[in-house]
């Protein structure tokens, strides 16, 4: 088998029970949109139109962040409409990945609907392993599937050593954590 | 509600652990590691906390990752965020870029300031670990301090609000050709 491109997009995950997961995602798309790169980010369980940090600096250079959740899950009155709207963003992520057109996408939070069976992970996992060869694919969240990890060429655990909330019980800080 | 920051611990109930804790508080925090998204961590803070209109600000005390022109500074250019970098890593370069750290802790009381690579610098003995975590943890204001290299010293270790650290479950080959917008 001969490989057409000369260049593989490569599918990353940042998975673990530490902070910085969505974090780093974000610093890869500024890296690769500095690169003039074109980049575009799904966000899922984040509130539909949330208007943190990333959106905010997004929308003032023009980088896609589209947002469609209702919060996490424990949250949740309704598990039937939380379901769908994960699964309506899943058509969007999968929409972009397969049209090509974009360089780097970010699945962000994207393993939970995964691991809660809202999204089939045979499907996700097929869906970016046969992507076009140049897209790269970042996949962040809690607890990866061994689909997912199994299709990744790079995988980081952020492992929490030390957590604010947890061992300060200090809040998630504006421009910090979101 | 749409501004809420859902919680990323399921296990963790609305009113725990501690009510007495600061609903703000300037933070340190330490992404460490042998892999390279420690690098690019500190770079989405800097995102986030120019989206909020904070003032933020960006120090490297090693070499920009590998590769012409870098992403990052490319980036850090465009969105108006001021960056000092040092060219060759120097003990010297190291000493003079941290006492500009040193003086934006002293100054500026929010925002986020980002010191990438300064752990490495620490780990050559350019700079003191008891120093600099003394310098970090001391400040009374809301600035965010991000703290990224391979190895934390204990002093850091201990003075720390947040700590990661970032392991390579998988990883591509050595060999593997460098790409432009994912490694520099």
């Avoid at chain 1, 673990?16 to 890869?28: C, E, N, Y």
């Avoid at chain 2, 108006?80 to 000493?95: F, L, N, Q, Y």
Wanted: with cysteine; net charge negative.
């Amino acid at each position: 088998m001969t490989d057409p491109q000369p260049q593989k997009g490569l599918v990353i995950i940042h998975t673990g029970d530490g902070k910085g997961k969505t974090t780093a995602a974000l610093g890869l798309m500024v890296r690769a949109w500095g690169q003039g790169k074109s980049v575009k980010m799904f966000q899922f369980l984040k509130h539909t139109g949330a208007r943190f940090g990333e959106h905010r600096a997004a929308e003032k250079v023009g980088i896609s962040i589209e947002s469609r959740g209702d919060g996490f899950t424990w949250l949740s009155k309704d598990m039937d409409e939380t379901t769908a709207i994960a699964v309506d963003q899943w058509a969007h992520c999968k929409a972009a990945i397969e049209a090509g057109e974009t360089d780097l996408i970010i699945l962000d939070e994207a393993t939970y609907p995964v691991t809660y069976g809202w999204l089939d992970a045979d499907e996700v996992a097929s869906t970016i392993a046969n992507r076009p060869a140049h897209v790269h694919v970042v996949v962040t969240g809690r607890d990866a599937h061994e689909k997912l990890v199994s299709i990744a060429d790079v995988v980081t655990e952020m492992e929490d050593i030390k957590h604010p909330y947890r061992d300060q019980g200090i809040k998630a800080q504006p421009g910090l954590d979101f | 509600m749409a501004d809420e920051f859902p919680r990323d611990n399921p296990g963790v109930t609305p009113d725990g652990p501690e009510k007495s804790a600061p609903a703000r508080k300037g933070m340190l925090v330490v992404y460490h590691g042998p892999g390279a998204t420690k690098e690019i961590a500190g770079l989405g803070v800097l995102f986030r906390a120019n989206g909020r209109g904070l003032p933020v600000r960006h120090m490297r005390f090693k070499q920009a990752p590998k590769g012409e022109p870098s992403g990052d500074d490319l980036a850090l250019e465009t969105l108006g965020i001021p960056s000092h970098v040092i060219d060759a890593p120097t003990e010297d370069a190291a000493v003079e870029l941290w006492s500009k750290a040193v003086r934006h802790v002293s100054i500026v009381q929010e925002g986020v300031l980002v010191l990438e690579g300064l752990l490495d610098a620490i780990a050559e003995g350019w700079l003191s670990g008891g120093q600099v975590s003394e310098t970090l943890s001391g400040k009374d204001s809301f600035l965010h301090v991000i703290v990224t290299g391979e190895k934390a010293p204990s002093e850091l270790l201990e003075s720390a609000d947040l700590i990661s650290n970032m392991r390579a479950i998988k990883q591509r080959g050595s060999d593997a050709p460098v790409i432009a917008g994912i490694d520099y």
